[in-house]
């Protein structure tokens, strides 16, 4: 039986890709900086900034700041890796893995 973390870490994943599809696309526009190429995902620079307005306060020193900007980044690479392996072992495609895993995180928050 597989490892229940790694379930709901996958399906954790599943419902980001869920929810992010609109702006996780994985296209990046003409003239757009890319920042990280995760397989197909394609992170822009102007992407990257718009998560870091929400994540990053007034204030925050510099050193802060980075720090903030280096834990961002390797969160959206690890969650992209993720969404991808999720993808490629179907778990997007089983309504009641996905509804248990909803559960799970309304239970959460």
């Given at each position: 039986?597989?490892?229940?973390?790694?379930?709901?870490?996958?399906?954790?994943?599943?419902?980001?890709?869920?929810?992010?599809?609109v702006?996780m696309?994985?296209?990046?526009?003409?003239?757009?900086?890319?920042?990280?190429?995760?397989?197909?995902?394609?992170?822009t620079?102007?992407?990257?900034?718009?998560?870091?307005?929400?994540?990053?306060?007034?204030?925050?020193?510099?050193?802060?700041?980075?720090?903030?900007?280096?834990?961002?980044?390797?969160?959206?690479?690890?969650?992209?890796?993720?969404?991808?392996?999720?993808?490629?072992?179907?778990?997007?495609?089983?309504?009641?893995?996905?509804?248990?895993?909803?559960?799970?995180?309304?239970?959460?928050?």
């Amino acid at each position: 039986m597989p490892d229940l973390k790694i379930i709901f870490a996958a399906a954790a994943v599943v419902l980001i890709l869920v929810v992010s599809s609109v702006s996780m696309c994985g296209e990046a526009d003409k003239g757009d900086k890319v920042l990280a190429r995760i397989n197909r995902y394609v992170l822009t620079v102007k992407d990257f900034n718009y998560e870091t307005e929400s994540k990053i306060t007034v204030g925050v020193s510099d050193v802060d700041t980075e720090k903030i900007k280096e834990e961002l980044l390797d969160e959206i690479v690890t969650k992209s890796f993720l969404i991808q392996e999720a993808q490629k072992q179907h778990f997007d495609k089983d309504r009641a893995f996905v509804a248990e895993i909803e559960r799970y995180w309304n239970r959460r928050c």
